[in-house]
């Protein structure tokens, strides 16, 4: 491999044009096949890039460069070739030398253009095609991404260039060379792209940059483009259609962007950002809305054709989606959609382009409600099945959702305009849209391989809860005005308007009630959960109401379906293949079922739906199946128990049926001793209630709305495969319905809504020095991290401390812990030039985070004092002159460097706190999740507190709590902004966080201490240290593991140094030292006890009742045997006791924050 090495070296140094080709390919080989090519690159740049050569040398030259990583001063090197280069008289050699700019690291980037300015602009005006076609495509590459606007804001002159640089691409899209209008129009359609999605940039490894004057730089160059596009927008048109087809496709997107931003108004949100309103608002203020219309059919009709007569598949598409982007303009026409959904849908019938499956589905369902009914209608079955085909479930539950919603638009726009006097569409209800044969059988068969029907039950129960809440307010044009204006204008607004649609998905959903699903049961109990919130409104336990009680026609026939469908599920009691469901459906039919109005006649039938309840509460109690007790039987009997205590409660022949059942299980081997004491109270109950008919209350066994089962609720879940599954579906489901639903706002409206108090307008985080006191250099340094990308950027400043100008200065920065550079080298350096004394000059490096780990920059500073001065270091002493390694090591010195001064820095550590990201979430999840993440770690922390002697008395007055004083800085950090609860009484207090890293896992995080007020601080004392306990649970053990590596250091990430970490035995033995001071205290009370003649106060006599009544109690435990009811220790009491207080204390906060706000 050497001698191959060295030949190519060689051929590399011969004159030889050929020779030094051959030998490039044979290098570009070697790298290819992951060899180290180091050494041939360093003879490359110096040899051919440094040199001159011919132009295939160059281009090879540079190929070679991109696959390899070069030092700073080869960089150095290859920056002197390119300015060279672009006086050197062939084209071809400039032009091969211009498209290596895109390759140069951002900090080299800056300087290179600031010399060769009037360089890169005469390249625009060159005659030469090649040099044109490069210097737009370079360019374009470049100067949309986030390094280069950084470079311009903070430089004017700059900043001046690459504006003029713009104007010139975008002319160039008219430019007479095809190669070169094809190449332009791809470089705006990239700046237009990186405005919304920032993908080059971060492909590209650019450093993160939190500031207003980089986003209002790059509004400036779009906002300019689009109004270049929208006025030369016919010529570009006409110059499209003369490129050759297959250039056709880069032509489309920047003219339909620009004339849908002139058209929806989203231009004008764009000057507002670039603060440039001023000077460009005067231009375009001619264009009238007809004017808008008339550009925008004009691009349709542009367009149209390809949709028909092209056969390239991509294309096609392209075209496709780029129409359906402007179909949703104010005044677009249905046309226009229908056109391209049927091009795009004639590709997946042709099978061309299934790389695209999931986008032709996206495309398609985003932009349905673009269609008019009937063409909505004549799509629906086709879709639902291309949406079961695809393979990622976020494309499919996204798809679903778009789906289930278009659905109940179709529904409520045509039951309201068939009231509204127009004549009927047929197949627009929602049990028509749904009747495919496919999907009858998935919901009427009762085990399935596919999880598809669950996906469908789950969202459209979903979609229609959405629909019962008031729909979102939009302002904006746009796809979502349309969807909403169409659900407004078929609810009219009304509050329950949305039962229609809810009623028919629970009919066709009925089947779902048999399936067996594995264990899983999120969509039944979405289903379910809406059947009785439907059963609730309609009050379906009151019967049937009639004209004379002033219902309508409408309600009256909605409340017969209802009747009619719990009648059908009582039968279907019998089908249900699980007692998990069965329960759960027992339940929300007896709670609204109308027993009042049940035939007594019929009381003896087996068919009478009160006979089937019950027989099935008996089947429930009584199921001896073998897989009872793996699938946790208790649970189901809970859920009976609580329905027939309800039902008993309300009528007497049911209670009667059930006293008999409830008897009966009593005395069976089956009941546990928890079931035994409940059975005996709802027997009670069931007594009293039949005892006194007429004195009962009615709104003890009222129906409430509520489903109890539901995973919300439950605060115990087990750990079953089945549940976990179950949760996935769920966390699915609801982020599709709530992005479609309820979107965020994008980032443009938040920054003009809320200007600088957007988040997304960081302040610059506060720096670090990394150097000591008496170092010759000072550096600083502070991050910005990117949860989304997985980001980290160190922003440093280095500053001069010493008398003498130094003429260079390496900055390396290495890394330890989860952390990597973005081109695989493992430490970065940066060469800095000419730093004057006291003069600071700033430098950044970009890494990536691989996992949840602490990690560290750890910066090196070298300079060169002697750097150009000759001097070299002197190697007196015995050795010979001659010695081989010194004459050696004087070769390999580069005389002009000098003898570099090290300058090592402390390390800039990142927190982990940093790699957390706060999740929002409820005190009642919470509490689901916490027992469920099984990695556990626990601590104890103390604070000093530093009382004031009144605070406690005059928090009391104006409403300021006392507590977390000692604790201030957690308050400041982002987990707090979400905190699921904070629990404070007089005693202590509990907080409780959740976060996720940056890579998925889960961790949740409980504090309890003792409050201020319950150590006598505030009350006298002035300072005293308090304790606090920390218990981390986390959903990988890796996590707790990495945190209790540096328990302190984790301390002081949470809370800015205020809690110091103490080992578990300083604990043990604090608490002994209280517990002997107290024991003193009750010695001395002992010793100074009064006579026993005195006689005894009131109180002690009751006391001395109590100590009396809890030994006879010990002693008949004692006689008894083992009890059922568990004995706690103090510290579980107090635990639970907490946990009990967290739900009240959160609507309390809830009710708080809410009068605030008012």
Request: hydrophobic share 40%; glycine share 6%; net charge negative.
């Amino acid at each position: 491999m050497d001698i191959l090495f060295a030949q190519i070296q060689a051929d590399l140094r011969s004159n030889d044009a050929l020779r030094q080709s051959s030998a490039l390919l044979q290098a570009l080989q070697q790298s290819a096949a992951g060899r180290d090519i180091a050494v041939i690159a360093k003879t490359a740049v110096e040899e051919i890039v440094a040199a001159p050569a011919s132009t295939v040398c160059k281009k090879l030259a540079f190929n070679l460069i991109r696959s390899t990583r070069l030092t700073p001063d080869l960089w150095d090197t290859v920056c002197g070739g390119i300015r060279n280069d672009f006086h050197f008289p062939d084209p071809d050699v400039t032009a091969a030398a211009v498209s290596i700019l895109a390759a140069i690291p951002s900090y080299r980037l800056a300087k290179l253009i600031a010399d060769c300015n009037k360089e890169i602009s005469d390249c625009f005006d060159s005659p030469s095609d090649t040099l044109r076609f490069s210097i737009t495509e370079t360019l374009g590459s470049v100067l949309a991404r986030d390094d280069l606007v950084t470079l311009c804001e903070n430089n004017v002159n700059l900043l001046d260039r690459v504006s003029a640089w713009w104007t010139r691409i975008g002319n160039n899209m008219l430019d007479r060379s095809d190669i070169v209008a094809k190449v332009a129009f791809d470089s705006v359609g990239r700046l237009f792209q990186e405005f919304t999605t920032n993908r080059m940039s971060r492909l590209a490894g650019d450093k993160l940059v939190d500031s207003e004057n980089s986003l209002a730089i790059r509004s400036n160059w779009v906002s300019s483009m689009v109004d270049l596009v929208w006025r030369k927008r016919s010529a570009l048109m006409a110059r499209s259609l003369v490129l050759p087809v297959e250039s056709f496709r880069a032509t489309v997107f920047p003219v339909v962007y620009s004339v849908k931003a002139v058209a929806s108004g989203s231009v004008e949100v764009i000057r507002k950002l670039s603060k440039a309103s001023g000077n460009a608002a005067g231009g375009n203020e001619v264009d009238s809305n007809a004017e808008k219309l008339v550009g925008v059919s004009d691009v349709v009709t542009h367009l149209a054709p390809f949709l028909v007569s092209s056969l390239e598949p991509a294309l096609i598409y392209e075209v496709g989606i780029n129409m359906l982007y402007l179909a949703d303009v104010p005044g677009g026409k249905p046309e226009w959609a229908s056109q391209s959904i049927i091009a795009i849908l004639t590709l997946w019938d042709r099978q061309e382009f299934t790389s695209a499956r999931e986008s032709i589905v996206r495309a398609v369902v985003t932009n349905l409600h673009l269609l008019d009914l009937n063409m909505q209608v004549s799509l629906f079955k086709r879709l639902l099945l291309m949406v079961r085909n695809l393979r990622a479930e976020s494309d499919r539950m996204h798809a679903l959702a778009c789906i289930c919603r278009t659905a109940l638009c179709v529904d409520l726009f045509a039951k309201e305009s068939v009231r509204r006097g127009q004549k009927p569409l047929a197949g627009t209800d929602i049990a028509s849209l749904f009747e495919d044969t496919r999907v009858n059988d998935d919901l009427n068969s009762i085990t399935s391989k596919s999880i598809f029907r669950e996906e469908l039950v789950a969202s459209l129960v979903e979609s229609c809860f959405q629909l019962s809440l008031p729909l979102p307010e939009q302002n904006n044009t746009g796809m979502e005005s349309r969807v909403i204006g169409a659900l407004a204008y078929g609810t009219g607004y009304g509050a329950l308007n949305w039962t229609e649609p809810a009623l028919e998905v629970v009919e066709v959903c009925r089947p779902c009630v048999k399936w067996d699903c594995g264990g899983r049961t999120y969509a039944i109990d979405c289903y379910l959960k809406l059947l009785v919130r439907l059963c609730y409104i309609y009050d379906t336990r009151g019967g049937v109401k009639r004209v004379k009680d002033g219902a309508s026609q409408d309600q009256i026939l909605n409340e017969t379906r209802l009747q009619n469908l719990q009648r059908e599920l009582v039968k279907d009691l019998r089908e249900v293949n699980t007692p998990r469901i069965l329960a759960r459906l027992i339940w929300a039919i007896a709670e609204h079922i109308d027993i009042e109005g049940l035939d007594p006649l019929l009381a003896d039938d087996p068919d009478d739906p009160l006979n089937v309840i019950i027989s099935n509460i008996h089947k429930v109690l009584f199921n001896i199946d073998s897989t009872a007790e793996t699938t946790n039987r208790v649970q189901d009997v809970q859920a009976v128990l609580i329905s027939a205590q309800r039902l008993g409660s309300r009528h007497p022949r049911a209670g009667q049926l059930l006293t008999k059942e409830l008897e009966e299980f009593r005395s069976n081997p089956l009941a546990d001793s928890v079931s035994k004491h409940q059975c005996r109270l709802i027997l009670q109950r069931i007594k009293y209630a039949s005892a006194h008919q007429d004195s009962r209350w009615a709104g003890v066994t009222a129906a409430r709305g509520d489903y109890p089962f539901s995973h919300h609720k439950l605060t115990v879940q087990f750990y079953e495969a089945s549940a976990a599954q179950d949760r996935k579906l769920e966390g699915l489901v609801h982020k599709a319905i709530l992005e479609l639903w309820r979107p965020d706002p994008s980032e443009l409206t938040l920054l003009l809504t809320q200007g600088v108090d957007s988040t997304l307008l960081k302040v610059p985080p506060t720096a670090i020095t990394l150097t000591g006191s008496s170092d010759p250099c000072y550096v600083e340094g502070y991050h910005l991290a990117d949860s989304g990308d997985g980001r980290i950027t160190l922003h440093l400043k280095v500053l001069n401390l010493t008398e003498l100008e130094l003429n260079r200065v390496d900055v390396r920065v290495g890394l330890s812990g989860a952390l990597y550079y973005m081109d695989g080298s493992s430490q970065a350096v940066r060469q800095l030039r000419s730093l004057g004394s006291q003069d600071p000059v700033l430098c950044s490096v970009t890494v990536g985070v691989s996992h949840f780990e602490r990690c560290a920059l750890w910066v090196q500073v070298l300079y060169y004092p002697f750097y150009g001065s000759g001097a070299v270091g002197n190697y007196e002493g015995d050795y010979a002159e001659e010695d081989p390694q010194i004459v050696r090591q004087k070769r390999s010195l580069r005389p002009e460097l000098g003898e570099p001064v090290i300058l090592r820095c402390q390390p800039y550590k990142i927190p982990l706190t940093e790699l957390l990201l706060p999740h929002q979430i409820s005190p009642v999840e919470f509490f689901r999740l916490w027992p469920s993440l099984p990695a556990v770690l626990e601590y104890t922390g103390g604070y000093t507190y530093e009382g004031s002697g009144f605070k406690a008395t005059a928090a009391q007055q104006y409403g300021a709590s006392p507590f977390l004083s000692g604790l201030k800085s957690l308050s400041s950090k982002p987990f707090h902004k979400v905190c699921s609860h904070i629990i404070r009484t007089v005693a202590g207090f509990q907080l409780c966080y959740a976060a996720k890293t940056w890579h998925g896992g889960f961790l949740g995080l409980m504090i309890f201490g003792a409050s201020e007020v319950s150590r006598n601080v505030d009350l006298g004392d002035e300072t005293t240290s308090m304790m606090c306990k920390f218990v981390v649970r986390a959903s990988d053990a890796s996590i707790t593991k990495e945190i209790g590596s540096d328990l302190q250091g984790w301390l002081d990430d949470l809370t800015d140094g205020g809690v110091e970490y103490m080992p578990e035995d300083e604990v043990k033995t604090a608490a002994a030292e209280r517990l002997r001071i107290s024991m003193e205290r009750i010695a001395l009370l002992k010793a100074a006890q009064p006579r026993p003649k005195t006689p005894k106060s009131d109180d002690e006599d009751e006391e001395e009742d109590k100590d009396k009544e809890k030994k006879d109690g010990e002693e008949d435990e004692k006689k008894k045997g083992p009890s059922t009811l568990s004995k706690l220790t103090a510290e579980e009491a107090e635990h639970q006791a907490l946990q009990a207080a967290v739900l009240q204390e959160w609507h309390m906060l809830c009710k708080d924050r809410s009068t605030e706000v008012n």
